[in-house]
């Protein structure tokens, strides 16, 4: 169950629509999305630095559906056991809201005001401050007046303003790059070939656990395991979700012994209407299913209106260079 998205970005099971629509227009629209970031960065000023704070990036390549969020809540979480002050700094996708802002989980704004995935993870992460504006600098700043001393740039491979110590890449073996191409025929922000910008490439491990091949001399390895606050086994379920890789929720039910009988799926970061919400529920009580959805799209809906699975990460190689290269290798806090 694959979106037209998937089919054409990530054609390994189905190359049909991938290669029906590999037009000379997209071929076209992708080599000028080529040449408008490389203009970006030749005109981009030069990184400015925030004193007194370590910075570190967690960017991809491909536009979403790699695992990012999910990284991030782990590094926050990993850099307050060694006892930082952590903030997170994040542009707010698809946010109704232009104004800057600040908050922790002690007083979550609505998702239309900071977006679903800094609410995500401040509600994950209680004690990190969550900044989200278009200006990360300006939130660096802010930040720091605070008293954060460990800064954490969601989605920032390709920012240039705020320097960073480290640039760590997601990369999800599952599906790699997809086709290679760049947007729109593709789903790549940049060629793989960027990542010898990068100070450590995070391998999401496929489902199988097979390792890959190296992309990077600074790697490690890490299962995303996802877990229903209740057990799916044998349970009808109905999928729904606003993801970039919605075929990724449908499999992890599945993982889970669930049946998936029905799926809605809508864009990446997707308000839902009421209207909305209320075919899904007449659907699943025609399917005499339950709705099952992402952490990140619970963000976006009624309380209580799906199961929303939980991802969590284990680390399965690589832990004492993630550990140097984030500068925490002291000992942990109690």
Not at 103 to 124: M, N, Q
Not at 132 to 149: F, K
Not at 268 to 280: N, P
């Amino acid at each position: 169950m694959r979106s037209w998205l998937e089919r054409l970005w990530y054609p390994q099971a189905d190359r049909a629509l991938s290669h029906a629509l590999a037009t000379p227009g997209l071929a076209i629209a992708s080599a000028l999305f080529a040449g408008a970031a490389a203009a970006h960065r030749l005109l981009s000023p030069g990184p400015q630095t925030i004193e007194g704070a370590r910075v570190v990036s967690i960017g991809n390549l491909n536009v979403g559906g790699a695992g990012k969020t999910p990284v991030v809540i782990f590094l926050a979480q990993l850099a307050q056991q060694h006892g930082k002050r952590v903030a997170v700094l994040s542009r707010g996708h698809g946010r109704a809201s232009t104004r800057p802002l600040a908050f922790d989980a002690t007083a979550l704004p609505a998702e239309p005001e900071c977006g679903d995935e800094p609410r995500l993870i401040a509600a994950r992460c209680p004690g990190v401050r969550v900044f989200v504006g278009a200006d990360r600098l300006a939130s660096a700043r802010a930040a720091r007046a605070e008293g954060c001393d460990w800064l954490l740039l969601d989605d920032g491979f390709q920012h240039r303003r705020l320097a960073r110590d480290v640039d760590l890449v997601v990369v999800d073996d599952e599906v790699l790059f997809g086709t290679g191409h760049r947007l729109p025929w593709g789903p790549l922000r940049e060629s793989p070939a960027a990542l010898s910008r990068a100070s450590l490439v995070w391998r999401r491990a496929a489902a199988d656990g097979s390792p890959r091949s190296p992309l990077h001399p600074h790697e490690l390895r890490a299962a995303h395991r996802v877990r229903a606050p209740q057990s799916l086994q044998g349970q009808r379920v109905l999928v729904l979700t606003g993801i970039a890789r919605p075929s990724s929720v449908v499999q992890s039910a599945e993982l889970l012994g669930a049946r998936v009988v029905a799926t809605r799926f809508f864009s990446d970061h997707h308000r839902f209407t009421a209207a909305q919400l209320a075919e899904v529920e007449a659907a699943a009580r025609a399917h005499q299913a339950i709705v099952v959805t992402t952490e990140k799209d619970a963000q976006r809906l009624p309380a209580g209106f799906a199961l929303a699975l939980v991802v969590e990460i284990e680390l399965l190689e690589g832990q004492p260079g993630l550990l140097a290269a984030l500068g925490l290798e002291g000992r942990r806090s109690a």
